[in-house]
């Protein structure tokens, strides 16, 4: 047995389809095998579940080889569900995302516990630079239901730069792009680092795209070879399919350092009596071309995030390389054209984010001379207001910790309660945004509208949760929130979503000018309406300026009439507004009461 670090943090890559742990030791990361020690990929864990018939627990590499014989009770995949409402039924029973994962967790801290002959209470754990704070969240939350403290949360991207221990590159600031290609998923991200602090600059990916979808070209491949050599059509046997798929993607992977292997499966049909042997020599060409339009797809996201930077391919500094699927040539070589460059080279794809967050586990430990790792928000943050407006209250991009607070008011005359509809999006409309969590503010004390001040305060703390307050500030009742709603984000969406708020950038910033120069307009009706029952009882006020403001809230009234966009001239609107402004500006002035 290994003599362990102190701290006894572990690092852990909780993957889609495969986990992975490492720990310090010696002052080097060390990757931590599996009780059932190699799978086809390595030392990983995948990432699957299964219920057997007797309602046996399987967790790693057992469900996955489970999954073949029983397809309907094994969960895989369940990173995608993190911080949705979604439920996994299996039997009588059904568990949350994050009770699957925490299985995951717990078979990882288990094997750890037994290779490290020491109790594993403390993690590191990884998560994508996109994942918002429910699936972060989530992730805490089955660390702890596993029974392991999660002391920090990283990003992904950041864990596999410090893998290749970028963080101790001399040049005064680093470009890194991270490709991480999984089975399901495709990564990008763009990270600054600058004195020894990661920024990320832009994420980008495709959710669609990854090693499965080549395993699906091959399959294609392989039904088509059987029917023509065969006379074979297994596509609605469910098992023979599934054989299909894992020798198909066996010699995918073998194909990535042989160039070329043997696929040899029997097929047995029980029902028939019949047993049939497939037998095909493919080669790394042959499977290279099957698999183009995949790795054609790459460039896309790429594209995007570099876009987002405002960075071209020869501004990147350093190219890592995570994820099974990168251990192919091919695809290797194709980044490596994109960017003129080599990646960097020396570990393992499918290692290097554990291991970078087991150094991470080490500085936390005081182990190691400290990194200090920054990380930004994915998407804007902010809350809806008046008109299903979405204001921002901190931008995309913004670093984290990060605490911001802006102040609010009622728009109805005592107004006791305020909806605080908690938003993360792009899009100028509350709607068009992902909402985080909703709750009401109710202590607002009894008086006229746009009076109360309420200050809305969103505090993100390094592992990037957020929380919600708001307080009143005539009362200093407060109120944190209490997030009720659950996600409505899947992961689809947030890729997704940048990109949507940029194809609609012009329409929305017309319909937010709107919408604002509305509620600017009701404001103002509301100020002049004041004013005149003011003047009324104000014997100072000429008549002829009491005239002209009651003009101008018939004129502003008229042009709102309806309120249906498209239906009203916004512009008018605007002319009038600023028109009444002015009148009444102009009257204060006059009265002597004006602050100009
Ligand atoms: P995820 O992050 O989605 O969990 P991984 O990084 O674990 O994904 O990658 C899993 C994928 O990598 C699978 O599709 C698997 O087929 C593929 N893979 C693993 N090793 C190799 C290899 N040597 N060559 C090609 N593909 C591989
Ligand atoms: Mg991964």
Same mark, same amino acid.
């Given at each position: 047995m290994t003599k362990i670090s102190a701290s006894g943090i572990v690092g852990i890559d909780l993957g889609t389809t495969n986990s992975a742990a490492a720990v310090m030791i010696g002052g080097e990361p060390v990757i931590?095998?599996?009780?059932?020690?190699?799978?086809?990929?390595?030392?990983?864990?995948?990432?699957?579940?299964?219920?057997?018939?007797?309602?046996?627990?399987?967790?790693?590499?057992?469900a996955r080889m489970h999954a073949v014989e029983n397809p309907d009770r094994t969960v895989s995949g369940i990173k995608r569900k993190m911080g949705t409402?979604?439920?996994?039924?299996?039997?009588?029973?059904?568990?949350?995302?994050?009770?699957?994962?925490?299985?995951?967790?717990?078979?990882?801290?288990?094997?750890?516990?037994e290779y490290l002959g020491t109790e594993v209470?403390?993690?590191?754990?990884?998560?994508?630079?996109?994942?918002?704070?429910?699936?972060?969240?989530?992730?805490?939350?089955?660390?702890?239901?596993?029974?392991?403290?999660?002391?920090?949360?990283?990003?992904?991207?950041?864990?596999?730069?410090?893998a290749y221990g970028l963080d101790k590159e001399k040049k005064e600031e680093l470009k890194i792009a991270v490709l991480d290609l999984g089975a399901g998923t495709f990564d990008v991200t763009i990270l600054k680092l600058r004195e020894e602090l990661f920024k990320v600059i832009s994420t980008s990916g495709d959710t669609q795209l990854g090693?499965?979808?080549?395993?699906? !070209?091959? =399959?294609?491949?392989? &039904?088509? *070879?059987?029917?023509?050599?065969?006379?074979? $059509?297994?596509?609605?046997?469910?098992?023979?399919?599934?054989?299909?798929?894992?020798?198909?993607?066996?010699?995918?992977?073998?194909?990535s350092t042989a160039s070329s292997t043997n696929i040899g499966i029997s097929f047995p049909f029980v029902e028939l009596g019949l047993n049939q042997n497939m037998n095909l020599d493919l080669s790394r060409e042959e499977m290279e071309e099957l698999i !183009?339009? =995949?790795?054609?797809? &790459?460039? *896309?996201?790429?594209?995007?995030?570099?876009? $987002?930077a405002k960075l071209a391919p020869e501004h990147i500094d350093k190219v890592v390389l995570v994820g099974g699927p990168t251990r192919m040539p091919v695809v290797r070589e194709k980044i490596e054209r994109f960017f003129g460059k080599e990646a960097e080279r020396g570990i393992d794809p499918m290692e290097c984010v554990a291991k970078g967050a087991a150094i991470q586990a080490g500085v936390l430990a005081g182990e190691i001379d400290d990194v200090l790792l920054l990380d930004v928000i994915p998407l804007s943050l902010g809350i809806e207001t008046s008109g299903g407006i979405f204001t921002p209250i901190m931008e995309r991009n913004t670093t984290i910790p990060v605490d911001e607070s802006e102040i609010f008011t009622t728009s109805k005359d005592n107004q006791m309660r305020m909806a605080i509809h908690v938003l993360q999006g792009e899009r100028?409309?509350?709607?068009?945004?992902?909402?985080?969590?909703?709750?009401?503010?109710?202590?607002?004390?009894?008086?006229?509208?746009?009076?109360?001040?309420?200050?809305?305060?969103?505090?993100?703390?390094?592992?990037?949760?957020?929380?919600?307050?708001?307080?009143?500030?005539?009362?200093?009742?407060?109120?944190?929130?209490?997030?009720?709603?659950?996600?409505?984000?899947?992961?689809?969406?947030?890729?997704?979503m940048i990109k949507k708020a940029k194809r609609h950038e012009k329409e929305d910033k017309k319909r937010r000018e709107s919408i604002e120069t509305l509620n600017q307009a009701k404001a103002i009706i509301d100020a002049a309406e004041l004013a005149i029952k003011e003047m009324y009882e104000d014997e100072g006020v000429n008549e002829q300026g009491k005239g002209e403001v009651k003009k101008g809230v018939l004129q502003l009234k008229e042009g709102m009439k309806g309120e249906v966009e498209g239906d009203i001239d916004i512009q008018k609107i605007k002319k009038d507004a600023e028109e009444l402004k002015r009148i009444m500006q102009k009257m204060l002035i006059d009265k002597g009461e004006g602050e100009e």
């Open positions: 931590i095998p599996s009780e059932e020690g190699l799978t086809p990929y390595g030392k990983m864990f995948p990432s699957v579940v299964a219920f057997t018939d007797e309602n046996e627990r399987l967790v790693g590499e057992l409402s979604h439920k996994v039924k299996i039997g009588p029973r059904e568990y949350t995302p994050q009770e699957i994962s925490a299985m995951i967790l717990q078979k990882i801290k288990m094997d750890a516990e209470e403390k993690a590191v754990i990884t998560v994508p630079a996109y994942f918002n704070d429910n699936q972060r969240i989530a992730t805490k939350e089955a660390g702890r239901i596993a029974g392991l403290e999660v002391v920090r949360l990283i990003n992904e991207p950041t864990a596999a730069s410090l090693g499965l979808d080549m395993d699906e !070209k091959l =399959v294609e491949f392989m &039904l088509k *070879e059987l029917e023509k050599e065969y006379r074979l $059509d297994i596509r609605r046997d469910k098992k023979a399919m599934q054989k299909l798929r894992s020798a198909t993607e066996r010699a995918k992977i073998d194909l !183009k339009p =995949v790795i054609q797809r &790459l460039d *896309e996201p790429i594209n995007q995030a570099l876009e $987002d100028a409309m509350a709607a068009d945004n992902t909402t985080l969590g909703l709750f009401s503010f109710d202590d607002i004390p009894v008086a006229p509208k746009r009076t109360p001040l309420i200050d809305v305060a969103f505090d993100i703390d390094a592992d990037g949760i957020l929380n919600v307050s708001a307080e009143d500030l005539d009362t200093s009742k407060r109120r944190e929130i209490r997030i009720e709603g659950s996600t409505k984000l899947s992961e689809e969406e947030i890729g997704g």
